[in-house]
């Protein structure tokens, strides 16, 4: 059984910090790992793939995966009202994708 | 950019209908998805479709049917519409399987069944 775990907030981080989103996963074949945006009402939007240990970055956003813990992150730098969405880990064996639940950020002004 | 096209973004059918979802992607991609999105429970994994004519049940297949026959349409068929089928539906495509390709989805359909 494949598991992606996140927990589900909501995050609530003022304008301007950091916001620290985690997500574990169970299935050590796991071979590539998403980060999507889904404001409330909308369909998930891709924000940023990872496949290798270490950090990616990508403007404001940097992803990090440590494969040995099971373990992927998303930080937000300079967080914004506009960022506070509903975040879902996902993660990819075969041609599959597996979401967790998402994590609620609130951004506050 | 990829689109992916879902019919209609909000149905109401009657319980025991026939329900026909569809969804139509304009980048030639081999790999179609759907997926469902309830409360408290996330995305989950409907049918997939990796070619024409082909079919994979996903986690939760029960009560439901697809249809590919053309590599741009994928179609959700709920045979007989029940109240625990209303849900936002979600459509998705990828390419050929290369293990970093991402998803891309359509704008949802919202079903409800009274």
């Known amino acids: 059984q494949k598991e992606v775990e996140q927990n589900s907030g909501p995050l609530s981080v003022p304008e301007g910090a950091i916001a620290s989103l985690n997500c574990t996963y169970s299935d050590r074949g796991s071979q590539s790992f998403f980060w999507y945006r889904q404001y409330s009402g909308k369909s998930p939007e891709l924000i940023m793939s990872?496949?290798?240990?270490g950090d990616k970055e990508d403007g404001r956003f940097t992803a990090q995966l440590n494969k040995a813990s099971q373990y992927v992150s998303l930080l937000i730098r300079d967080s914004q009202p506009s960022d506070s969405a509903t975040y879902l880990c996902a993660v990819k064996v075969a041609s599959t994708l597996t979401f967790g639940k998402g994590t609620m950020l609130l951004v506050s002004p | 950019d990829v689109k992916v096209t879902q019919s209609s973004r909000y149905l109401v059918k009657r319980t025991g209908e026939k329900v026909f979802l569809e969804c139509v992607q304009d980048m030639d991609h081999e790999n179609m998805f759907w997926y469902r999105q309830d409360p408290g429970l996330g995305l989950r994994l409907i049918y997939f479709?990796?070619?024409?004519?082909?079919?994979e049940k996903g986690d939760i297949p029960e009560g439901y049917s697809v249809s590919r026959e053309k590599k741009e349409r994928f179609s959700l068929i709920l045979e007989s519409a029940s109240t625990n089928q209303t849900s936002m539906y979600l459509c998705?495509?990828?390419?050929?399987?290369?293990?970093?390709?991402?998803?891309?989805f359509g704008n949802g359909t919202r079903l409800t069944v009274t």
């Open positions: 990872i496949y290798s240990n």
């Open positions: 998705a495509s990828s390419p050929r399987d290369r293990y970093n390709s991402p998803l891309h």
């Open positions: 479709s990796y070619d024409v004519k082909m079919k």
